[in-house]
Structure formats: structure tokens, C-alpha cells
């Protein structure tokens, strides 16, 4: 079988057939579930992360189309930020901000957008290769003009409920890219890397005392300069101890890290120490009094000296603090990252990072480096330039989320999260601690924020990085004399005010439409950041249909949505951004008095790793590329193994040999029923559209596909989608190696044609069914097996009388286009469930008895003895039993007990039975149906030979035999001829196909 052959076909029925249109076309009036489609960026190629979540929503979407919804699905691309802007600057041959003011904005952007789709293509041939149904003509871009016009019509309501706010801040910045980051980028998974860094031990002298120093800790040096404070805990116990001619203050639980001895001359407690002063190591020109010590609630002894160095400008505890004890601010590098010339500090005009080892050599000289160590700990680099973040001042707008904060989490608790645990866990808690979220972006590829600001404000401005002097931190422009701000909310408004309506909402040309100030006359000029793009994503349930522009009835019915899909790392992405914005509109603009999520399911997946547990990587080759994967086991396969190898929401473990084993257990042994089916069911048959199953064996397995049917369904009802796709593997062995196994005699008698019939009709309706229940998860080889059930066979109407129930449907073009198999009640047969699972436990227990006495189960026995009174009267299932395990008798007692005699009468059967499995791999090798008729040509020991002349009728039976010959010798020139082997006994053993009547010559 060729599975990637097959699903390529497939693909194209789909196609041209439009049957992704028809299955929604199809549900017109039906009710409506809504899925929001998280937007990728398509400058980079999809990989396993993507394939995945993909998966996931084409099964859920699929499953809730055949349950007679209609369910759109628009697919989105993300087009603006730091992922576009890096890759256009690595081509460029860009390396900071300036230079891309130097090539021009417009230059700039134009690549930008030019570079947008550049993987469009791939992405959509990959999402399409896995089966991934989705209306890709009708993208929505996030570049848009419409959607931007609809990003400012959030941000509008956002600022017209009082949410949005500018303050001065420090805020993680990436020094490469000249922009903060949000809070929550700075959690993205791999933004925290342990790495090796400098750890120092600086002696700060204390104010008039030679020789007494504080002694402080810290990892970044590049802060030193920039230092205006220590802080010390004020229950702290601190010490004074004497080391040689000098004295150190330190926590005294710290006293561990001093190299040499010491003497404690003093304790004194940390309240104590409160204004105390000391020379700066390196002196600054300072607004306000600072080099004091004040207390603060977060110093620890944990680690350090329990003195810790405070620097406002490069942290956020330490600018809160400054704040609160009015210390001046002392801002002592660039925005690029580097230390600022001309103020003395060693390493001047390098990049922090690099400038830590001037310092360091500095104050060695000087004799105030105590002592230094190389330390590891977690730092957070840029998500998208890899380059160290900075802790830095900068002038942001932020959206109050804290001002909301409970709403969020009161809300959170509609959602329906799967796995649930992450509702109140990783989710819940992330809300619980949620920040004002940094807004915008000093960057030029993005949304423009639709604020406009007076120019006669515009002196008053906070300014930035003045070292020395420090900034007029919290004092927002908004409260200056004039600088007027007014943020604008459509493009109408723009155009009202300006008289200008501009082309392309992009930098630079939204930058030079500017209008007077309604205040004060003044130049009303565009402030020049863009918005972090995860507004923009946020926003996609309104700006995907230019809400509330157009589409205000569609938004209606669309929102929230029912169901939404993605990886874990979007708790601290998409997921909240949407709960953010969602939060915010509702309850405030909609004046309903309580919160509506923006989503009632979300399933959320874990991350792909190698089979090691590392993460994949290219560069270490450790996995296969999916392209290879679908070419060898095909797009279901995989598709199977991404929905059960794991429980939703755990990590991955990806290797060729995991999916091997899912094509081998589940997708081949299917698709070999299949064949099974079409092996022994010839053009004549015809299925029974209606009909009453009578033999055991057809019952259970109706039975157990009528449970799977009512399980699965239950399980998809509600999100569970592992154990939704988990069942199907089990029934699959069940009817392969149980009902298929038991029944082979019933479908290879041609003559007792009423037997076989019935098997057939049985399998046929549980195939058809089975097709239907799988065709959300393994889309291909459903529809495959489908196509070939509905258009090779005619159903056949049988009198009612017989009737126990009805094949449900119509035929369709397509198993997509059918309605999902409801559980048929009627069919339900527990009791025999449970009783042959009984006999499948009984079997268990007699094949291990057998393998314990080294006898094969060719070898028929007398004997079996169970202790299953229960069973005593079930004379269809002992026969099964007898059947399976080989065994001539069942008797019942207290014990099992398996009588391991081997008669000379078994020991002949055992040989008959061993020839018959040689002789039906030889007809098997030689490529023969069921129906064909053979010959047997045979020579070897006398003894033998009248075994078999004794067993005639049977090996004809069983082989579709027409004549047995005996030969004095071998023909060797027999291509099917094989010499076998039994009990040290050898046989020559060959066939040939015959045809027309018995001793006619072939
Ligand atoms: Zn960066
Ligand atoms: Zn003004």
C-alpha cells in the first residue's frame, strides 16, 4: 500500500470536487461554531510546532462539521514586528536603528512588506499536506489597511475607557532592536538561558571613615556607574568585621563569602545603617541628594552580601524604589546598548556586556574589587535577535491591565481549557500576576499607534537618557502645558481632522499627515511608535472583519469564539492577549456588567521534541524534516501519532521509529481489514443496507463499534481530543486480530454461501462506519476506504422482517460530507462484551501455559480445563475458545489446567495442521486469490505420506485443493516447491494453480 500516493490523490478529489466548500455550503442555516485561526508569520517555514497545532484544529473542525455544524475557517498570516524587521535587516546588512533612518523608512517598510508571503507558499502546501482544511483565498493579513483601521478602533476604546497611559519606566529593552519589550515576551519559552557572567564584590567606602567599606554583590558592572543607592533589608543583622587593616559591612549570615579571617568588632541591625553615606566608586553629577543607604523590602541573604546596589534607571525594583525614596536617576548608557562617552566611565562606547571587564580592571586597580567569580544564571536575551536584554528607562504607552485584573480572572473562568489544569495553574496564575502591558514599539514595520501629540507640549517632554540629571519619571506629557494628545479611531476621523486620507496607513506616509491642535492652534504630529504586534493579534477577532466597520452581524454570531487552538507558549502570547482585549471591550463597551472571553475551548498543546528529549534542532540533525515523513508514511500516520502518541498539553517525543509504529499497529492493520474485505468479497456482493446479525462474533463487534461510536463521540464533545483518537487504535486490534481472526473460516467458504454473507454484510457496516468515525482524525485513508465501500458495492434493501437496523445515511461523495455515526442503542450488547472478554483473558492465560511447555499452538491438544462455571452453557463462545487456543475439549473445574498429552492421533493432526500453514504461505507467495484452485505435488517419508493420504478431505477443505500428487522425488524446476521440516521428518511440498474441473490438466 502506498499511502502518500494515495493521500496525493485524495487531495486532489478535494480540490477539484470543492468538497471543503461543500461541507460548508451544505450546513447553510445550520448553527454556526466559530473558530479563530491564531495568525503565523510566514517569514519563516512551518515546522513540527506548527503541523501539530494544525492537526489538532483540522480534527476538532472537522469532527463539528460532520455533527451537522457549519464551520467556517478563515486562516490569517501575521505580518509586522521584529520577525519581519530582523530579517529585512539581515539582509540589508543592517546592524543598528540609525542605519535604517540612514536607507529611509520607506525603503525600509517596502522591503518589509515585500517579504511578508515570502513562505506563503510553502506554508499553505504544508498545511494542505496534512489534511488541513481552511479557506486560504480569503486570508486576512494583519497589514492591512482595514485591519489596522480596526486595531485603532480598539486602542480607541481602550484609551476612551481610561486604560491606556504613557509613563516613564524601565522595561526589558532590547538594545539591538531599540525597543521594550512586553513582560510576557520576556517569558516566551527560550528568552531565559542560563549563561556564565561576571559576579563581583565591590568595597564602597564609607563616608569618612578610611578604610570602611559596604560590601556589595552584583553581576552586572555596566550598573555600577549608574548607581545612586544601597539598599539594605531593615531586620537584616548586619556586621562590622576587621579583615587585616580594613573593615567590611556585610549581613552577618553572609559573613561565608569573606576569603580571609575576620573579627566581628559590631552588630548592627539594617534600620540602623538607613542614611549612612559613602563616596560613589564612580561620581556622577546628580539632580538630588543620593550615595545613601535606604531600606528596601526586597533585599534577601540568600545570596550576595545582603547590601544590594541600586541603580533606578536599569531596574524596575530599583526605579520603583527611587520613586519612593526620591533618589536621582543616572541614565549612563545609549539607547544602542553602549556606555555613554564622555562622563568618565571606563569602557566608554562599548557595548555593556563588553564593558563589564573595563570596569571590573578599573576598580582592581583601585583597589575596590573585593573579589570576583564566574557565576551561572538565567538571563533573558531578545525572543528575536538573540541579543541581551537591558533593564533600561524608556518612555512607553501601556495598556492598566492591573486596573482589570480581577475581571481577567473571574473571566478566565468561563473558559473551557484543555488540559484543564492550566485554567487555574499556568493560565490562572499568569493573570493573577498580570502587569500594565507595554503597548508600543520604537520601531518602524508595525501598525502606527493613531496618537497624535501638540508640539507645543512637545518641550516639556520627559526627556530620555540625560545622564546626570535624570528624567521627570511619571510625569506623562499628558499633564504638561499644552501637548494635547488625541487618539484617533478610524480613518474617517483622520481624514475629518487632517483633510487628508491616506493611501498606506504605514510609516512614514501615516507620519506626515499632521493637523492643528483644538486647544492651542499648535502642530498636532504623529508619535512615531508602532504597536507591539501582539495587539495586533489580539485584536484578530474584530480586525480580522474590519469590525465594527463592516461584518458587525457576522462579528456578533463569531464572537466568542467556540473553539481556538495553540501551542502552551501562547498562555503568555495569543491566549492572553486576546483575554486581555476581549476582557476590556466587553465589559466596559458592552455595559453587560460582566466579562465575555474571546474563547469557550482552547486546546493547548505541549512542545515537539527529539526522541532524547532535546529540543529539534537543524543544526544537530536530530529529526526528520516532516517532508520526508509524509513521503514515507504518509500525512495520517503522522496525523495519528501527534493525536495519541500523547495526552493533550504534555511534551512530545518525535522519532521515526514512534511513527513507524503507529503506521505499523494502527494505519497498516486498518488498512489490511480492508483488504481483507475486498480479498474475499467478490463483485456479486451486495451489502445489506438493513439486516439482523445473528453468529456471536458479528454481534460483539457491532457492540464494541456501537461503544467506541457513543465514547468517542462523548470524548470530542468535550475537547478530549487524546482520548477521542486514543479508541479507535484498540478497536482496530479487535477487529483485525479478534473478529477477523475468528471469522476467516466463515468469509474462505465460498459454498456455505448464507455464512459468509453475513460476515460480510457485518463487516461492511462496521468498515462504513468506522470510516465516518475516523475521518476527523486520519482524513485520508477514511475517505479512501469510503470512496471504494460506496462506489464498488450497491446497498441491497432486505425485507423488513429481518430488519435489527438501518445502515443511517445517504451515500455522499465524500465520508466529509456525511453526518458523524451516532451510537445505534439497539446494538449495544454489554454482557457479551464483557463475557468475550473473558474468553480473550482465557486465551491469555492458556497461550502462556503453552509457551511455559514449549508446545506450539499448531499442536492441537485434548484438554482444557477453566474454572468458568459461567460459561458452561456459552457453547458459541467455547467453540471461539477451543477455536483460538487449539484444544479438543472443555471441561469445568477449580483450577485451570491445560492437559499437555500429545497423543499419536494429535501428534498427526499437529503435522496436517503445519502442512496446511506451509501450503497456504504458498499460495499466498504465489499471488492466488481465496477462489483459485490448486494442486498439490508432494514426496517423502512413507510415514508421512499416509498422515496425509488419512487427512485427505481436510487438506482439500481448508486449501481449495483439487488433487493431491505423490511424487517418488522432487521436481525441483517447481518454482513454488520448498523443502519443510516436521519433527525432524522432511516433506517436499509444492502447488500449481489449476483450472475447470478436478484431473483436468492445467
Ligand atoms: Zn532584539
Ligand atoms: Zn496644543
Request: charged share 30%; glycine share 6%; aromatic share 12%.
Amino acid at each position: 500500500m502506498n499511502l502518500p500516493e494515495i493521500e496525493k490523490k485524495i487531495l486532489k478529489f478535494w480540490e477539484k470536487n470543492k468538497i471543503f466548500e461543500k461541507s460548508i455550503s451544505q450546513r447553510k442555516g445550520k448553527p454556526f461554531f466559530s473558530f479563530y485561526d491564531g495568525p503565523p508569520f510566514a517569514t519563516g517555514q512551518p515546522h513540527y510546532g506548527h503541523i501539530l497545532a494544525t492537526t489538532i484544529k483540522d480534527a476538532v473542525l472537522r469532527y463539528w462539521t460532520m455533527r451537522g455544524f457549519q464551520v467556517p475557517r478563515r486562516v490569517g498570516w501575521d505580518c509586522h514586528g521584529l520577525p519581519v524587521e530582523n530579517l529585512i535587516e539581515k539582509e540589508l546588512g543592517i546592524k543598528t536603528k540609525k542605519d535604517i533612518e540612514k536607507i529611509g523608512i520607506k525603503k525600509f517598510n517596502e522591503a518589509c512588506k515585500n517579504s511578508v508571503f515570502r513562505y506563503v507558499k510553502e506554508w499553505i502546501a504544508t498545511l494542505k499536506r496534512v489534511g488541513r482544511w481552511a479557506d486560504y483565498k480569503n486570508a486576512y493579513a494583519t497589514m492591512d489597511k482595514e485591519y489596522t483601521e480596526s486595531v485603532w478602533w480598539v486602542f480607541k476604546k481602550l484609551y476612551d475607557l481610561g486604560l491606556i497611559y504613557r509613563d516613564f519606566r524601565v522595561t526589558p529593552y532590547c538594545p539591538r532592536c531599540g525597543t521594550p519589550l512586553s513582560n510576557f515576551e520576556v517569558n516566551q519559552p527560550g528568552a531565559y538561558r542560563d549563561i556564565e557572567d561576571q559576579s563581583v564584590y565591590i568595597k564602597f567606602p564609607i563616608k569618612g571613615k578610611a578604610n570602611n567599606f559596604f560590601l556589595v554583590w552584583t553581576t552586572t558592572p555596566w550598573t555600577l556607574p549608574g548607581n545612586t543607592a544601597l539598599a539594605v533589608g531593615a531586620d537584616i543583622k548586619y556586621a562590622k568585621v576587621k579583615v587585616g587593616e580594613e573593615r567590611y559591612i556585610l549581613a552577618k549570615e553572609r559573613l561565608i563569602i569573606l576569603n580571609e579571617k575576620y573579627e566581628i568588632e559590631a552588630e548592627i541591625l539594617g534600620k540602623d545603617l538607613i542614611s549612612f553615606e559613602y563616596e560613589p566608586i564612580f561620581p556622577m553629577a546628580l539632580s538630588k541628594p543620593g550615595y545613601r543607604l535606604v531600606s528596601a523590602s526586597f533585599v534577601s541573604i540568600e545570596e550576595g552580601t545582603g547590601l544590594v546596589h541600586i541603580a533606578p534607571a536599569f531596574g524596575e525594583e530599583d526605579m520603583e524604589l527611587g520613586k519612593q525614596e526620591n533618589l536621582p536617576i543616572v541614565v549612563t548608557v545609549d539607547e544602542e546598548g553602549r556606555i555613554k562617552t564622555g562622563l568618565g566611565i571606563p569602557g566608554e562606547g562599548k557595548f555593556v556586556k563588553i564593558a563589564d571587564e573595563d570596569i571590573k580592571i578599573n576598580l582592581k586597580k583601585r583597589k575596590l574589587l573585593y573579589k570576583e567569580e564566574k557565576i551561572v544564571h538565567s538571563y533573558p536575551f531578545c525572543w528575536r535577535c538573540d541579543t541581551p536584554l537591558l533593564y533600561y528607562p524608556i518612555n512607553s504607552w501601556y495598556v492598566a491591565v492591573t486596573k482589570f485584573k480581577t475581571e481577567l480572572v473571574k473571566n478566565n473562568q468561563q473558559i473551557h481549557w484543555v488540559p484543564e489544569h492550566l485554567r487555574d495553574g499556568r493560565f490562572g496564575k499568569w493573570l493573577e500576576g498580570a502587569r500594565d502591558w507595554a503597548v508600543s514599539r520604537n520601531r518602524f514595520w508595525g501598525a502606527p499607534m493613531p496618537i497624535w501629540q501638540c508640539q507645543i507640549g512637545k518641550n516639556q517632554k520627559p526627556s530620555l537618557a540625560i545622564a546626570g540629571r535624570g528624567g521627570r519619571r511619571g510625569q506623562s506629557p499628558l499633564r504638561s502645558s499644552c501637548g494635547e494628545i488625541k487618539v484617533i479611531g478610524s480613518i474617517e476621523e483622520l481624514k475629518r481632522l487632517s483633510g487628508k486620507k491616506p493611501k498606506d496607513l504605514h510609516r512614514p506616509y501615516i507620519d506626515e499627515v499632521t493637523f492643528k491642535c483644538e486647544r492651542c492652534g499648535g502642530e498636532m504630529i504623529r508619535t512615531p511608535e508602532v504597536f507591539d504586534c501582539w495587539f495586533e493579534s489580539g485584536s484578530m477577532p474584530y480586525a480580522q472583519w474590519h469590525y465594527p466597520f463592516e461584518n458587525k452581524l457576522l462579528v456578533g454570531k463569531a464572537f466568542p469564539a467556540d473553539f481556538i487552538a495553540e501551542g502552551v507558549d501562547q498562555t503568555r502570547g495569543w491566549f492572553y492577549t486576546l483575554h486581555v482585549l476581549a476582557t476590556a471591550l466587553t465589559l466596559r463597551d458592552l455595559g453587560l456588567g460582566v466579562a465575555r472571553p474571546a474563547y469557550k475551548n482552547v486546546i493547548v498543546n505541549g512542545l515537539i521534541l527529539a526522541e532524547d528529549g532535546k529540543k529539534l534542532s537543524k543544526r544537530l540533525c536530530n529529526y526528520t524534516p516532516p517532508e520526508i515523513i509524509f513521503e514515507k508514511f504518509g500525512a495520517d500516520t503522522l496525523r495519528y501519532f501527534l493525536l495519541t502518541s500523547t495526552q493533550i498539553g504534555e511534551d512530545y517525543y518525535i522519532s521515526d521509529r514512534r511513527i513507524e509504529e503507529v503506521w505499523r499497529r494502527t494505519i497498516s492493520t486498518l488498512w489490511h481489514t480492508f483488504l481483507f474485505f475486498q480479498t474475499y468479497t467478490d463483485k456479486n456482493f451486495k451489502p445489506a443496507k438493513n439486516f439482523k446479525p445473528k453468529n456471536l462474533l458479528d454481534c460483539w463487534i457491532m457492540s464494541r463499534l456501537n461503544h467506541l461510536v457513543a465514547q468517542t463521540t462523548k470524548a470530542m464533545d468535550n475537547y478530549e481530543l487524546t482520548d477521542g483518537a486514543r479508541g479507535i487504535d484498540g478497536f482496530v486490534d479487535d477487529l483485525s486480530n479478534w473478529y477477523i481472526r475468528r471469522s476467516r473460516r466463515r468469509f474462505r467458504k465460498p459454498e456455505s454461501g448464507k455464512e459468509k454473507n453475513e460476515a460480510a454484510r457485518t463487516l461492511y457496516y462496521i468498515l462504513l462506519n468506522l470510516t465516518k468515525l475516523i475521518a476527523p482524525f486520519i482524513p485520508f485513508i477514511s475517505e479512501y476506504i469510503y470512496q471504494n465501500l460506496t462506489k464498488n458495492y450497491k446497498l441491497k434493501t432486505v425485507p423488513r422482517t429481518e430488519t435489527k437496523f438501518l445502515v443511517r445515511g445517504k451515500n455522499r461523495e465524500s465520508v466529509h460530507l456525511c453526518d458523524y455515526p451516532k451510537p445505534e442503542e439497539k446494538l449495544l450488547n454489554i454482557k457479551l462484551e464483557e463475557k468475550m472478554q473473558k474468553i480473550r483473558e482465557i486465551v491469555a492465560k492458556v497461550l502462556a501455559k503453552r509457551a511455559e511447555s514449549g508446545i506450539k499452538v499448531r499442536q492441537p491438544l485434548n484438554e482444557l480445563r477453566i474454572t468458568n462455571y459461567e460459561l458452561q452453557k456459552e457453547k458459541e463462545l467455547l467453540g471461539l475458545l477451543k477455536e483460538e487456543v487449539n484444544i479438543k475439549k472443555i471441561t469445568f473445574g477449580k483450577t485451570l489446567k491445560l492437559d499437555t498429552k500429545i497423543t499419536q492421533e494429535l501428534k498427526e493432526e499437529g503435522i496436517i495442521r503445519e502442512i496446511i500453514r506451509n501450503l497456504q504461505e504458498m499460495r499466498k507467495k504465489a499471488g492466488l486469490k481465496p477462489k483459485d484452485k490448486i494442486s498439490i505435488l508432494y514426496s517423502g517419508d512413507p510415514g508421512l505420506n499416509e498422515i496425509i493420504v488419512k487427512n485427505k478431505k481436510f487438506i482439500i477443505e481448508e486449501t481449495l485443493t483439487q488433487n493431491l500428487s505423490l511424487l517418488k522425488s522432487p521436481k525441483k524446476e517447481l518454482e513454488t516447491g520448498k523443502e519443510i521440516e516436521i519433527d525432524g521428518i522432511k516433506l517436499w511440498l509444492a502447488i500449481r494453480k489449476t483450472y475447470g474441473e478436478p484431473g483436468r490438466k492445467s
